[in-house]
């Protein structure tokens, strides 16, 4: 216990949270697949950065958490490696995994990190770029062939808006909303409506969330508190950054 939170205090990691598992000091420590090691040493990644050390093993656990760590700490690959561990590989279920994102752009870079990571097991991984081709590849008619989407949350509320909804999000395992703080910050109104209609929608029985975020910020933890049950929060760095 004692040489748990030396490591985490070298690591600058602060955790509050009941049964908060180790921190995993290399990537053979994670519980994953070796497939999944093996796609992240080809890129080139040594070590797992801190926020990968303790968020990794915790969202493997299925906990819900709110992870606050600095611009380029390597929180992308911190969500998606147990969201790939999660899933396996394709089903016919439709999504099973769903990334709010605030822009497109980080959409598109979030998605190209998913391919990586996900290499070999042929999961099917989705933005909505045209939302026309949206409307109908998604409904209820077709083949469900699709296991992640990662996208800004606009367009999703659209598709959802139709009648009858143009996409699913009944089978959704695991939701996270990336850069927390900027989606809460543009129009904090409209992002919450938006997001209480996503998880309306999320109406599986085992619908978990992770929360992303580069600062810690009061009303993002508020919405955590109040929406998360057994809900861990991770730090790095600066606890009050
Ligand atoms: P954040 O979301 O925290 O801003 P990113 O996930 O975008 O950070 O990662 C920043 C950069 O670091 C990316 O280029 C990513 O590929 C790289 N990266 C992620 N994890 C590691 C790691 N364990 N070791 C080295 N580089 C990493
Ligand atoms: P985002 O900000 O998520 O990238 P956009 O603002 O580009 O999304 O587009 C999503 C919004 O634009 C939706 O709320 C929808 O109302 C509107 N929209 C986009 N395409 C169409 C379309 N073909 N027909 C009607 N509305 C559309
Ligand atoms: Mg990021």
Known sequence: KEKINHY?????ISVVGRHVPEPSKTFYDFKVDPDIIENLQKCNFEEPTPIQKQAVPLMLEGRQILACAPTGSGKTAAF???IIMHLKGPERKGFRALILCP??????QTQRECVRLSEGRGLRIH???KIKKALTQYGSSSSQKFDILITTPNRLCYLLKQDPPAVSLKNIEWLVIDEADKLFETGSRGFREQLDEILKACDGNDRKIAMFSATYTPVVAKWC???MKGLVRVTVGQRNA
């Open 103 to 108: 822009t497109r752009e980080l959409a598109k």
């Open 80 to 82: 998606l490696v147990p």
């Open 8 to 12: 985490r205090n070298k690591n600058n």
């Open 225 to 227: 508190v109040h929406n």
């Open 127 to 129: 933005i909505i770029s």
